[in-house]
């Protein structure tokens, strides 16, 4: 009853976005014909179990039980939801030094995730190891800018995917952070990096453009912002430097954000970008709201787990 109400309570409170346009209009006054909600995390690192009582600002916060329940009183509220994860599954407890990820991807298959875009610690155990892992996975991996062509992994992470949800088809696209100096070369082998901007406005084209998708997400694991390198991309100049696209969802700099920040697009309209810190604390919820002819608006939240 308790997380019922606190669903409640915080989607209730957040302000509804008009996408496209330049401004907030009330949560009442938008028509709410079809509504899709999207799911995510980041950054989830192995943690398993829920934090310990002792476990100082994260206590008795997180675990996948917790997050499985959650996310079932979600979906019996709306059906028509998609799970999707912005990258770095591996590293970070246990269970991945002693499972090598199998344990990540069968409780990921379990929760019924969608997608999920690969983030550098997801080569821990060399893209080899990934691989190794994949038979585990019931959802698809996806990546536009890691071209794969000359490794093990060709062919097992896909650009984009398109969903269909109670009749809004919905395109989702992945991008992944410069390996290079954060991952040794021997882990990732032949992967080529791919810039960012250039594949987004490429998936954006054919989402957008050739598919004719209603909503586009970015599944990314550049980063939120960097504040000292001002020249690298993160989610904030993806969204300056692109058109088309409504979400961005985000990992690798573990930024906490308790609602999506609204920015403006290359065309200088609204869109969304969410990130939800890291370790399964957080579950992201952002709500899209269709009127007959399919204009959108939306709402989100961080919900603790």
């Known amino acids: 009853m308790k997380r019922r109400a606190f669903i409640k309570q915080t989607t209730a409170t957040t302000a509804l976005v008009t996408l496209g346009s330049f401004g907030l209009q009330s949560f009442s006054s938008v028509p709410k014909t079809t509504k899709i909600t999207i799911l995510h995390t980041n950054d989830v690192h192995s943690h398993i179990d829920p934090f310990g009582s002792e476990d100082g600002r994260n206590a008795n916060m997180g675990g996948v039980a917790r997050r499985a329940s959650l996310i079932e009183s ?3 509220e709306n059906p028509h939801s998609l799970l999707l994860d912005a990258g770095d599954i591996f590293q970070g407890t246990p269970y ?6 199998e344990l990540e991807f069968k409780l990921m298959s379990k929760l019924k995730y969608d997608a999920a875009t690969i983030g550098n610690h997801d080569f821990d155990n060399g893209i080899d190891g990934l691989y190794a892992q994949l038979p585990h996975a ?3 991996f996806l990546s536009a800018n890691y071209d794969f062509s000359n490794t093990i992994m060709n062919t097992h992470a896909k650009p984009y995917k398109i969903f ?4 809004i088809k919905i395109g989702v696209f992945g991008l992944g952070i410069e390996l290079e100096g954060l991952v040794d070369p021997a882990m990732y082998k032949e992967t080529k990096y791919l810039d960012p901007v250039e594949m987004t406005q490429e ?7 050739e598919a004719h998708c209603d909503l586009i997400i970015c599944l990314s694991h550049l980063g939120y912002n960097y504040k000292t390198n001002s020249n690298k991309i993160s989610d904030l100049k993806l969204a300056s430097l692109t058109k088309d696209i409504d979400l961005i969802i985000g990992g690798h700099t573990h930024t906490f954000l308790s609602k999506p920040t609204v920015v403006k697009n290359s065309e200088g309209k609204n869109m969304l970008i969410n990130q939800v810190g890291c370790y399964g604390i957080n579950l992201g919820k952002i709500d899209f709201y269709f009127d007959a002819a399919k204009n959108k608006s939306a709402n989100g939240t961080s919900i603790i787990v």
């Open 203 to 209: 998936m954006t084209r054919i989402l957008k453009t």
């Open 164 to 167: 269909k949800k109670d009749g």
């Open 74 to 76: 979600i979906r019996k």
């Open 138 to 140: 019931e959802f698809e």
């Open 96 to 101: 991945f030094n002693y499972y090598g990820g």
